[in-house]
């Protein structure tokens, strides 16, 4: 509360209420407020309110106040669902209608775990599910983030996706994993262009993946990343697992993403199946698998070797361009000559019957 007055105040009644509800009041801390000062007020009637839309009404009530315009504030807000989820979770965006934004967006077409957000005071940042051109990796529903206008040389604003989940009923049992698919529509490499993960929404942000940019990988093509372990990252960072564990998305640039094909003026990238797992439901029958499976060394020079796989697997070797230029079967234990290829940046899938991986490799 700001006493916009020219004499000083003491006692003001202050009071809210919900949709329209029985007011709660309370009056201004002990002592004078003077003129321009500004006091906080803490309400502490816990909320109790349903999942929905709700309107607060805040407003003061200070006798031989003449200036009322400024005396009531209103502001509509969203509780949302946040009960301990089961894994697998998987989120296609199938479930929502069409939708897009350029401001930030809590709990996106009432998903309830979903916001968008972006550092940009303009409004020339955006997300949308259903982009003209830009096909889906499965149904017809993706998240595209990129800029409203074409051509801009302000490549400082970045876009944003968070998840918020429960992860309460998984604090005891380990090996909590993040896949996702996405794939770039001609967006260059940037600062943003990262993934991050946080136990709780009071913690720090952990860079846990760069997303490659086009000039690496083919435009237009959505790539598998599979196999970050959740609990393990955030406790090597002195975290851990919440009910509001967060996974955050981000995209930088400065040019719409107008289709699949337009790389060499369109910008954006866009994500989909979205799947959180762990061990057991992911059918994943021996520990040695993902969590002791090691791609070294990185980079590579003469040579990659895999170890940890216990058991059988399918390795390809792709180019920036998504062709396959390598492919062999390993058992427990296995090397791949690389002596012969170009110098950049390639990646290594690794599959079988229960996993399918895909991460970067350097070959210098």
């Known amino acids: 509360i700001k006493n916009v007055g020219t004499v000083a105040q003491s006692n003001i009644p202050v009071s809210y209420s919900f949709d329209g509800g029985t007011p709660i009041s309370t009056f201004s801390p002990p002592g004078i407020l003077l ?7 803490v309400f502490t009637t816990p909320v109790t309110n349903a999942i ?23 502001y509509n807000y969203k509780i949302v669902e946040n009960n301990p989820i089961t894994l697998p979770f998987t989120e296609g965006f199938e ?12 709990s996106i077409n009432n998903s309830g775990k979903f916001d968008y957000n972006s550092n940009d005071s303009f409004n020339l940042c955006r997300f949308r599910n259903t982009p003209n051109s830009i096909a889906a990796h499965s149904g017809i529903r993706l998240i595209t983030m990129d800029r409203n ?15 918020t989940v429960n992860l309460t009923n998984y604090l005891i049992q380990n090996k909590v994993y993040l896949e996702f698919y996405y794939k770039n529509q001609g967006d260059e490499r940037h600062s943003n262009d990262k993934v991050w993960i946080r136990g709780s929404m009071n913690d720090t942000w952990i860079e846990v993946y760069t997303l490659i940019p086009y000039d690496t990988l ?9 196999g970050i372990r ?21 995209q ?13 003026t369109g910008d954006g990238i866009s994500f989909d199946d979205i799947r959180i797992y762990n061990i057991s439901t992911a059918g994943i029958q021996s520990n040695k698998m993902l969590d002791n499976i090691n791609i070294y060394p990185n980079p590579a020079h003469n040579e990659i070797c895999i170890s940890g796989i216990g058991g059988k697997v399918n390795v390809s070797l792709m180019d920036a361009s998504g062709r396959t230029i390598l492919s062999n079967i390993i058992n427990e234990k296995g090397m791949i000559n690389t002596s012969t ?24």
């Open 95 to 106: 479930n929502m209608s069409a939708d897009s934004s350029n401001k930030f967006t809590f």
């Open 218 to 226: 083919r435009s237009g093509t959505f790539f598998q990343i599979t």
């Open 341 to 364: 290829l170009t110098a950049g940046v390639y990646l290594i899938n690794i599959s079988n019957a229960n996993f399918n991986i895909t991460r970067k490799i350097i070959i210098d």
């Open 149 to 163: 206008v074409q051509g801009s040389t302000d490549t400082n604003f970045s876009n944003y996706l968070t998840l």
């Open 52 to 74: 929905g839309v709700h309107k607060l009404k805040v407003f003061s009530a200070l006798s031989g106040d003449t200036l009322l315009i400024n005396d009531t504030f209103t």
């Open 35 to 41: 003129p321009n000062d500004i006091d906080t007020i």
């Open 230 to 250: 959740i609990d393990s990252i955030l406790n090597a960072n002195g975290q851990s697992m919440s009910s509001n564990t967060q996974i955050r998305w981000g």
């Open 252 to 264: 930088q640039d400065n040019n719409r993403a107008t289709s699949d094909a337009n790389t060499a």
